[in-house]
């Protein structure tokens, strides 16, 4: 299991060999294009391990089903894609509210509703971020390569047990099912996390009691501990509570639970930023056409450069506003009508002006297109 | 070595996504850079189906195909939808048992009867993507014969490695007649 060499591994296979990697032993959801292999492979792989997959009724009842394993003391994913991911969103929001650690992948297809089951797009980013409803915490990590499925998956899991809360990763269809020579880590080479326990006696044990890492210790169901676990707000025993100074207190500490962690939780890349005057900001398989664009741009003496948010949420805004000095323009190509350009435009307009390379045929953005928008504001 | 994109298309069924997977392990059997990816519609069988790989010996960034160098046809529907555009020296290779009718008046075109002798001289219409393969492989030189057997052996159900063979034989010497 440890000794690997490079071979043709698919995005979606990647992400389940990360997942089993990282200790997920448990795996419910329903089957869609273009995540089926994800479940596919799960239904093999961990049975072989002393894991459970199961197939669930519908999208809804597979994200409950993660969600009880959890509970359970189980490291979980689900995957799914658009129209499925629309139907777990009320488990995603009992998820950050109870705090149960969990993973979610969504291979992006072209919506809304069933739109292009085949096609790909990143047209989830703001789904992802506000899909449930209520302010709430959410980590997004979108890998941009078959091997970054595999290490971000890893990633998410980590994050899931260290923070208590929902992660997605964020694929696209051209992402997921693409096929790229690999040589995958080893499982020596791989950080693993394991969610914090309880030390005190199980008569003791306060579910919700807060000490300075911001993230209460979780018992195991099963193990003697007690613990109410409800979507209502609730006080440290887990009990709903309807005082307004707790609810204050709990919602306060769920919003910047990760504020701490932020030098741990942010992920980018950058690509030719020192001296760059056009900055490129694109995530996902968009990126890899902006690095084939850039290469062209720059044998002509145009200096463009990458910045590739790899954690998408929370967006690495301080990190962003940090390289805006040299740049004159900055465009955000994407497959979606400008959802994370919307947010670049937030963080870098007082500054910079912001231009987006919209695409969302199913197509992908091809690094011609790019280059034809940066002559374009020169 | 220069960049190589393959462009294989046909009809969903007919092993073409099997097809660019094989191509692309032979290329890493070799060391060389490979992505594989593919388009298809909502069907499992029929429908134009596509998969595409490019080979190259540095790090390969847009997974897709921009201008073919070489494109298979396996189907009428995907001569005709996929069989336009190609680089100005590519060459298009069409199964003429499948397709019909088809002309290109800027590039090379390359008529072989792949299912027939996928159903005539090996015995199974299935082994057509693995004649087709060998077809693609000798015309090129992307990758050794050897790599490419090696890969085709790696990836069939036991059992089937000596019409699979058989298959790869045929293709290889139809390559050569053509050149």
Redesign the interface.
């Given at each position: 299991m440890t000794m690997r060499k490079a071979s043709l591994i698919q995005g979606n296979r990647a992400c389940t060999e990360g997942a089993l990697a990282a200790g997920v032993r448990f795996y419910a959801g329903y089957p869609i294009t273009p995540s089926t292999e994800i479940a596919e492979i799960m239904s093999e792989e961990l049975p072989k391990l002393g894991g459970k997959f199961v197939q669930m009724e519908d999208e809804i009842a597979g994200m409950a089903c993660i969600l009880g394993a959890a509970l359970t003391g189980k490291k979980v994913l689900t995957a799914s894609s658009g129209p499925g991911i629309s139907l777990k969103q009320e488990a995603i929001g009992y998820a950050a509210m109870a705090e149960i650690p969990c993973v979610i992948v969504n291979v992006q297809r072209l919506g809304p509703s069933t739109g292009g089951p085949t096609s790909s797009a990143q047209g989830d980013i703001m789904q992802a971020r506000w899909g449930t409803h209520g302010d709430h915490p959410i980590i997004a990590l979108c890998p941009s390569s078959v091997y970054e499925c595999f290490t971000l998956t890893v990633t998410a899991v980590n994050f899931a047990e260290k923070f208590r809360t929902p992660v997605y990763v964020l694929l696209d269809e051209i992402v997921g099912h693409m096929r790229e020579n690999v040589e995958l880590p080893t499982y020596e080479e791989i950080k693993i996390i394991d969610r914090k326990k309880p030390t005190c006696a199980p008569k003791e044990y306060k579910p919700y009691k807060i000490d300075e890492s911001m993230i209460p210790a979780m018992a195991d169901f099963g193990t003697g501990y007690k613990w109410h676990v409800t979507g209502l707000f609730h006080d440290e025993t887990g009990f709903p509570t309807g005082k307004t100074d707790v609810i204050d207190s709990q919602l306060n500490r769920l919003m910047t639970k990760f504020s701490k962690y932020e030098d741990e939780i942010l992920l980018w890349e950058e690509n030719q930023l020192e001296d760059a005057e056009i900055l490129l900001v694109a995530y996902g398989s968009t990126a890899r056409s902006a690095l084939d664009a850039i290469e062209t741009l720059r044998n002509e003496g145009i200096k463009v450069g990458l910045f590739r948010p790899i954690t998408i949420w929370p967006f690495p805004e301080k990190v962003l506003r940090g390289k805006l000095e040299k740049l004159k323009h900055i465009i955000v190509p994407e497959m979606n009508y400008g959802q994370l350009m919307l947010e670049v435009e937030r963080v870098c307009k007082d500054k910079v002006s912001v231009s987006g390379l919209f695409k969302v045929n199913g197509l992908p953005i091809t690094p011609d297109e790019i280059i034809a928008k940066v002559r374009e504001v020169l | 070595m220069k960049r190589w994109e393959f462009r294989l298309s046909g009809s969903g069924g007919q092993g073409l996504i099997t097809a660019g997977?094989i191509l692309?392990?032979a290329?890493?059997l070799e060391?060389?850079?490979?992505?594989?990816?593919?388009?298809?519609?909502?069907e499992a069988r029929g429908g134009a189906s596509k998969a595409e790989v490019i080979i190259d010996t540095k790090k390969?960034?847009?997974?897709?195909v921009?201008l073919p160098d070489i494109i298979l046809a396996m189907s009428q529907e995907a001569a005709q939808k996929y069989g336009s555009e190609i680089k100005e020296n590519g060459i298009i290779v069409i199964d003429s048992s499948m397709v019909d009718d088809f002309k290109h008046d800027k590039v090379k075109v390359l008529k072989i009867p792949i299912t027939k002798l996928a159903k005539d001289e090996v015995g199974k219409t299935f082994t057509a993507n693995i004649i087709a393969i060998a077809f693609l492989v000798g015309l090129t030189k992307v990758v050794s014969f050897d790599s490419l057997k090696q890969a085709v052996l790696n990836r069939i159900p036991k059992g089937t490695e000596a019409m699979n063979t058989k298959a790869m034989e045929i293709g290889w010497q139809w390559s050569q007649e053509k050149l």
């Open positions: - | 997977i692309g392990e290329a890493v060391g060389k850079e490979v992505v594989q990816s593919q388009s298809y519609g909502p390969i960034h847009y997974p897709k921009v």
